[in-house]
């Protein structure tokens, strides 16, 4: 084979290869920059049903990250636990760290929690749970 033509193929390689390694850096820095809000960095946090049927709770809070603002907030079922992630990024003008969300609570769901600790915010049983 002619130096050409494998200094070429030696040159598409290494292209793809930084195209390659370029991704997993990037993916990597973005997830390190999102974090989940724990409850206990929460100031003014309030839990209230605002609806019975469907039941309905609306949670409202600023978080205690300066930094930081509200990018994303997502529930997930885990059994008869509902889960609420806040996640957090750095702030810009589109994002800051108030957030206001309110959820529906299906039939199943026996408790509501939030942030990766699972703090629980609220019970089917008693309804809203004291923040501590």
């Known amino acids: 084979m002619p130096p050409a033509c494998r200094l070429d193929m030696l040159s598409k390689l290494l292209s793809n290869s930084a195209v390659v390694i370029l991704t997993v850096l990037c993916s990597a820095c973005a997830s390190e920059n999102v974090r989940i809000l724990e409850l206990k960095d929460v100031g003014s ?3 209230q049903e605002v609806k019975t049927s469907p ?3 609306r949670i409202t809070g600023l978080a ?7 990018w994303n907030i997502t529930t997930s079922q885990h059994g008869d636990n509902l889960q609420v992630l806040v996640q957090l990024a750095l702030a810009d003008s589109a994002h800051s760290g108030n957030f206001d969300y ?8 026996r408790t509501v929690t939030f ?6 915010i609220w019970d089917r049983v008693s309804g809203m749970v004291e923040r501590k």
């Open 45 to 47: 946090f309030n839990a």
């Open 55 to 57: 039941k309905t709770i």
């Open 64 to 70: 205690f990250h300066s930094a930081l603002g509200i």
């Open 102 to 109: 309110t959820l529906t609570v299906p039939e199943p769901i």
């Open 115 to 120: 942030g990766e600790k699972e703090a629980v």
